[in-house]
């Protein structure tokens, strides 16, 4: 084969390649929009055969202290517990809708949690966005998690330097799209008049 022939061969391939990557499923970000659109063509927002996925890492914080006492001889021994709760949620990751209400869908990303879930409350740019109160408090997992605005963890730092989504509290939802394309083509000849 001559070398004209295989460059032929070789640049279909990669418009067949690109062709199949063009045709893949995509993601949009869920808006007022788009929910109106699905659930006015019959389909509920809690269809557990949908996946929804963020756009950004988000990194969730607990503290939480406990303090025990026992008795010592004379007197009284204090022992103070603190626990740190770090949950990562990375950009991408599946979640699967668990309720659904006017302007809020809760979201899970950990099937062994049930409880463990997020909720996307609609905001003045029509995009559902990461709810959280005050200064990024949310409840998460039935304990008081703080949504962090970047990341604190040390693993979580270290990650972030690949990203540039690192402000959890701007995150969105997205849900898996796909769009088809069908177009009709009718041709006819006109006969005329005799």
């Known amino acids: 084969m001559d070398k004209t022939k295989i460059f032929v061969v070789k640049a279909a ?6 062709s199949f990557v063009s045709c893949s499923s995509s993601t949009r970000i ?17 269809n557990s055969s949908f996946r929804y996925y963020i756009d950004r890492d988000v990194e969730l914080k607990a503290s939480t202290k ?3 006492m026992n008795e010592l001889g004379e007197g009284v021994k204090a022992t103070v517990e603190k626990m740190r709760s770090y949950v990562l949620i990375t950009k991408g990751t599946a979640g699967m809708c668990k309720e659904t209400g006017e302007g809020w869908i809760k979201v899970a990303f950990e099937p ?10 609609i ?15 949310i ?17 979580n730092k270290i990650l972030s330097i ?28 006109a006969k005329g008049f005799n």
């Open 123 to 137: 905001t003045v740019d029509g995009n559902y966005r990461i709810n959280y109160f005050g200064d990024g408090l």
């Open 13 to 18: 391939l990669t418009l067949l390649a690109i």
């Open 66 to 68: 406990a303090m025990k």
């Open 139 to 155: 409840v998460y997992d039935g304990l008081d998690f703080q949504v962090q605005s970047k990341p604190t963890y040390w693993l």
């Open 30 to 46: 869920v808006t007022t929009d788009l929910r109106t659109d699905i659930e006015s063509s019959g389909l509920e927002m809690n």
């Open 162 to 189: 690949f990203s540039n989504d690192a402000n959890g509290r701007e995150a969105r939802l997205k849900i898996k799209y796909n769009v088809n394309e069908k177009e009709a083509v009718k041709n006819r000849k």
């Open 112 to 121: 062994d949690f049930p409880e463990a879930t997020l909720i996307f409350a």
